[in-house]
C-alpha cells in the first residue's frame, strides 16, 4: 500500500474491508478508519460509496488499472495470438504478489453480482473478450456462427479462471505440492494453448451440426 498517497491508502482499506464483509455490511467509517483518513475522504475522492465499491472491484480483477492490449508484431499467426493472449491472463491469473482482497472480492462479486460487475465488463472484461473473439475467429472455419466462437472463447477464459478461483479445490484433488508445480505462468499458459488449439482443429472435421442455442 501506498502509504503517501490517501487516495490509493482508501482504496486498499475499502477492498479488504469489502471482501470481508461486503458491500451492505461494511461502512465508511470502518474503511476510514483502517485508512487512517477522515469520513469525509470517501467522498471526495470517489463521490461516494457505491463508486468506492466499483472502484475496488475494478483494481481486483486488473491490477494494472487498463484494459488488456496486444500489439501483434506483422505477421503474427493466430496460433501465436492466442498463446499471447492466454499467456497474459495466465501471468495475472498467478500472481501472488497481488493482495489477498483482490481474490476474495472478486469471489464476493462474481457469486452475487452488483453494478460493479456491469462497469467491469464494460471497461475491461469486454474489450478483452472482443481481443480473444478476434483470434478466434482467425482460427475457426469461416461458417461457424459467432455464438460457437462464443463458446470456444468460454472454454479457453474458462481454463485460465480455473487456476485462481479454484485453487484450494486443485490442491485437494492432486496434492499441494503437485499443484504448486502447476503453478508456472509459462507451463501451464503453452498447456492451455495447445489443448485449445487441439480442439479448434478438430472443428473443422466434426460432422455434427453446431450447438442449438
Known sequence: MNTDDPKARLLESAGEVFAEKGF???TVRDICQR???N???VNYHFGDKQQLYIECVKQAHCAQGEPIEIDWPAG???EDKLRMFVGQ???DMLNDERPTWHLALMMREMAQPTQACEELVKSFIGPKFAILHGILRELLPNELSDESVHLHAFSVVGQCLLYRFHRP???LLVGEEQFQRFHNVELVAEHITRF???GICGVSSVTAPEPTL
Do not use: D, F, K
Open 76 to 78: 503474427t499467426t493466430g
Open 39 to 41: 469520513v469525509a475522504a
Open 89 to 91: 491472463m495466465m501471468s
Open 196 to 198: 485449445s488449439l487441439r
Open 24 to 26: 451492505e455490511a461494511a
Open 35 to 37: 485508512a487512517e483518513a
Open 169 to 171: 479445490i486443485g490442491q
